[in-house]
């Protein structure tokens, strides 16, 4: 994930000499914008995001822009996505007709809603452990949202994927709320009619992100082919597109993650908001530049995914791509979970794990004496905890 955030007054794209000439907005009398000019088949970005009120998008642009596959999204006054342009998309016919005879199935429609579903349940709960690992979080809070997460199981059909996804929100964002400082002003996510008009930093700071995610949904359900009106878990309605909400969940941690990095960071200060008329918080350009920036630095992070390494962004495509395979019959199985999102505790913090792991305490999270023995002499000479990948995440999210 690479974009180039446009925004301010006098936003423009043209092209000269086949070169793309970028002008980036005005934000005061005084200020003296971006520019550059990018040659053909070289451009340092993969997408283009706009947030202005003004500004000039040429035709040639426009071409320019889709013969190099760099899709262009056009935020709204509330951070929304209002428009996008995409490159042309493949001809897949026969994707589309097996989309629409999945969602037509309830059956099918309901097994593809859980796994997107468990995919997001059991990222929230790593979610959580990790947060454990810097936070305070009371045993309770954790134990309620195993439970609800472990109600999936029982679920058999749409409705009940939907019950327990709601449930397990509710105390999700209840931990979330927890570790939020009261001066952001931060009560819950708010109900979905109401997300876009928030009042408070932390759900406007989420409603940008998730903004930023979707163009990332929408350039990967693109690039496959499947048709982006048809989702499963999400209902058909208009203006929206579900599937791409759909694909959303298994990766709205990402988002997460990202904003309360921001504030540990304290990234942003109070001039970085503005009220508006209607009494609705809204980022200033600036200050979008910085979210999308870290955001970048989010999914752009490397994780093990069959035996190779790839950045979030990378396996949010690569899981666009399993699902048309599935559609059309090529894999029997459907699987979001993958790969496990592994704790990001610093080398102290996991040689302390260690060093208080007990032999029963091992044992519990499948790791054997002689391992255990192996990683605690280490810990204690301060060497570097050689482990396998699936060993060092068990001790990642060991309590201690």
Request: proline share 4%; glycine share 4%.
């Amino acid at each position: 994930m690479n974009p180039l955030f446009l925004s301010g007054f006098g936003v423009s794209l043209n092209v000269d000499r086949a070169r793309l000439i970028v002008e980036d907005g005005h934000q005061s009398v005084d200020s003296k914008p971006f520019s550059c000019e990018v040659e053909p088949r070289r451009a340092p970005f993969d997408s283009i995001v706009i947030d202005s009120q003004s500004g000039h998008l040429s035709i040639d642009a426009v071409k320019w822009l889709m013969r190099h596959g760099i899709p262009l999204f056009i935020l709204d006054y509330n951070g929304s996505i209002l428009s996008s342009v995409l490159p042309k998309e493949p001809v897949t016919g026969h994707l589309k007709k097996a989309q629409l005879e999945a969602y037509q199935d309830p059956q099918r429609r309901a097994y593809i809603a859980k796994k997107l579903v468990e995919a997001k349940l059991e990222r929230a709960r790593s979610f959580v452990e990790w947060l454990s690992l810097r936070y305070s979080i009371e045993d309770k809070d954790k134990k309620q949202l195993d439970i609800e997460i472990n109600r999936l199981g029982e679920a058999k059909d749409l409705k009940g994927v939907l019950f327990v996804e709601g449930r397990t929100a509710d105390v999700y964002w209840r931990i979330f709320q927890k570790l939020i400082p009261k001066k952001c002003g931060f009560l819950s996510r708010m109900h979905e009619s109401h997300q876009m008009n928030s009042t408070d930093q932390v759900n406007t700071l989420l409603n940008y992100g998730y903004a930023f995610l979707e163009s990332r949904c929408r350039a990967a359900i693109n690039t496959v082919g499947l048709e982006p009106s048809i989702g499963f878990l999400h209902e058909i309605t208009q203006p929206k597109y579900p599937l791409v909400y759909d694909l959303q969940e298994p990766f709205r941690w990402i988002v997460d993650l990202t904003v309360l990095s921001c504030l540990e960071n304290k990234i942003f200060s109070k001039k970085d908001f503005f009220l508006t008329d209607n009494y609705v918080l809204r980022l200033k350009p600036p200050a979008i530049k910085k979210l999308l920036e870290q955001l970048r630095l989010h999914l752009n992070s490397r994780v093990r995914y069959k035996g190779k390494n790839h950045s979030w962004d990378t396996i949010l495509q690569l899981k666009t791509q399993e699902l048309a395979r599935h559609l059309l019959g090529r894999t029997e199985g459907l699987d979001f979970t993958e790969p496990v999102l592994e704790s990001e505790a610093s080398p102290d913090e996991l040689r302390k794990k260690v060093l208080a792991l007990t032999v029963p305490e091992a044992r519990g999270i499948g790791v054997n004496k002689s391992t255990l023995w192996y990683l605690q002499k280490r810990a204690a000479a301060r060497k570097t905890l050689r482990s396998y990948a699936k060993v060092k995440s068990k001790l990642r999210f060991q309590s201690i």
